[in-house]
């Protein structure tokens, strides 16, 4: 069984939304660190938020700062990613990435990813 499997994703139109969600199976969900991390067409990984565990502190990149919201549900061990005004340049297969217990960005596992696309 996968890890991390992620839903959500479809086509939308620019200025749209989508409500991803990533279930974690097997693991400690409630003590690790979880990120999004978005692949876009011809491009490299970016990652694009992440939450930590307890307080659930979250943080953004520069590119979604605003129109992004990440949340987390520890008794569904479910993290979320909800995407707000969508731009062509959001279009991108989107993955959830658990950290190391302890750690931000050390990411033991990966989803298998759910793609977006942003068109008219």
């Known amino acids: 069984e996968d890890p991390l499997v992620e839903s959500g994703g479809g086509l939308v139109p620019p200025g749209g939304s989508l409500r991803l969600s990533c279930v974690a199976s097997g693991l400690t969900f409630d003590s690790l660190a979880m990120s999004w991390v978005r692949q876009g067409p011809g491009r490299g990984l970016e990652w694009v938020a992440a939450i930590g565990s307890g307080v659930g502190t979250t943080k953004y990149a520069e590119p979604v700062k605003g129109r992004v919201v990440i949340s987390r549900d520890d008794a569904k061990k479910t993290v979320y990613l909800e995407l707000n005004s969508l731009k062509t340049e959001d279009a991108a297969v989107y993955y959830c990435?658990?950290?190391?217990?302890?750690?931000?960005?050390?990411?033991?596992?990966w989803g298998q990813g759910t793609r977006v696309t942003v068109s008219s």
């Open positions: 990435a658990s950290a190391r217990a302890g750690t931000w960005w050390q990411y033991d596992y």
